[in-house]
């Protein structure tokens, strides 16, 4: 009875891989559809439905940037930026933002909306901080030249078009997107529901996920991720189920492993902490999941320190706990690099490199589990519990 109570607890993990394991490939195949779509993101005539100059701009270079917003552009030989931002819309606002570097404070923007009767808005904000308060409305340090801006409705999706005159021609410039559902209310804005950084190129129409820092310190946090909950901690969590037999060596194994792990997910929360600070990401499940799954492991390290002897009426308790604990703690380590890989629009690679370990690990418990199984079945063929006395 007590291979079938840890058996099925290694089921019921393996289970848990598995459906991270579905549900990424899934998530993944949805992200792909989207991506392979962008191209509709660009397929408007903007001549039905935009006021000249905008309707009739040739050679505009057009680059889906982030989840249904669209950029279009041209810039003339004295340096006059056109720029047509479009988004799907329902309510309340969509804003584009000119940084310095790459951070949502000091920067200006273009921000537009319909109000509840129906009416167009368009207006120029300075963000001088974080808080809705602090996004003064009317003001900034775009140079916006005298052609008047214009926002437009077609179908579900709304245009802002506007024109700026840098002194110097515009080549990688740090880009803030941001959309908020709420109404703004006497032209102040509510607070933004989601809202991302890029660094779009105006001389290539290329875009990247940040300025130089924040793409290499997303890149850092999402590799300490992979390796510290992605690689470590399930194979030191193998060792210590597999390869018991093996006695004290495994033990060792599992504790140095487990220890390697954990500072990695403690560099990965720490890279993330700096990261949000940079670009105050809306990614509040991705952030949750991460400092829960960081408590865990901190517990377990505390567990390691206060486990009782084996012969203590309690290690059974304990043994229950560590088990759970650092199960749960696994699956949503691995439910959580699914959700980064796809918050950060990390690309293929990045998918088809964990796709590819998560499946290896999987198959690795599956193989073990079974060759356990078949070392515990032939230990119970070898010193059955119990003999029958013949009948005298």
């Known amino acids: ?48 439905f935009l006021p000249p100059p905008y309707s009739n701009m040739s050679n505009m270079i057009c680059s889906p940037v982030w989840n249904t917003f669209a950029v279009r552009y041209t810039q003339n030989k004295d340096n006059v930026l056109t720029i047509i931002l479009s988004a799907v819309y329902t309510t309340g606002w969509v804003g584009i933002g000119f940084s310095r570097d790459g951070m949502m404070v000091g920067s200006s923007a273009i921000v537009g909306w319909f109000n509840k009767q129906g009416h167009a808005r368009i207006k120029q904000y300075y963000l001088q901080g974080t808080k809705t308060t602090q996004v003064i409305p009317d003001k900034g340090e775009l140079p916006l030249t005298k052609i008047p801006s214009a926002v ?104 140095s492993i487990q220890f390697v792990g954990f500072i990695f997910g403690l560099a990965t929360v720490v890279a993330g902490t700096q990261l949000y600070n940079k670009i105050h990401a809306h990614v509040r499940t991705h952030r949750g999941i991460g400092i829960f799954v960081l408590t865990l492991s901190i517990l377990q ?45 990390a690309g293929n690679s990045w998918k088809i490199s964990y796709g590819f370990l998560l499946g290896a690990v999987l198959i690795s418990v599956f193989a073990l589990e079974v060759l356990l199984f078949m070392r515990k079945s032939e230990k119970l063929n070898e010193n059955p519990a119990f003999q029958m006395n013949p009948v005298m």
């Open 152 to 255: 437009a409705l077609h179908g579900a999706t709304m245009y802002m078009a506007f024109q700026i005159k840098p002194e110097d021609r515009l080549t990688h410039q740090p880009i803030l997107l941001a959309f908020g559902s709420g109404y703004p209310v006497h032209n102040h804005l509510t607070h933004h529901d989601d809202k991302t950084t890029i660094l779009f190129d105006f001389s290539a129409g290329s875009v990247s996920t940040g300025s130089n820092g924040v793409v290499e310190l997303k890149k850092n946090h999402g590799i300490l991720g992979i390796v510290g909950w992605g690689l470590f901690l399930p194979c030191g969590a193998i060792v210590a189920r597999y390869f018991r037999h093996k006695d004290p060596l495994w033990f060792y194994l599992h504790i």
């Open 301 to 345: 390290v505390m567990a390691f320190f206060l486990r009782p002897n084996h012969e203590a009426k309690t290690r059974k308790y304990w043994n229950w706990y560590h088990h759970w604990v650092g199960r749960i703690a696994l699956f949503l380590g691995a439910l959580n690099i699914v959700l980064g890989i796809q918050i950060g629009n």
């Open 1 to 48: 009875m007590a291979y079938s109570r840890s058996g099925a607890s290694s089921i019921s993990l393996l289970l848990g891989f598995f459906v991270v394991w579905q549900a990424s490939l899934s998530f993944f195949a949805v992200a792909d559809e989207v991506e392979a779509g962008g191209s509709n993101l660009c397929g408007a005539d903007l001549s039905t």
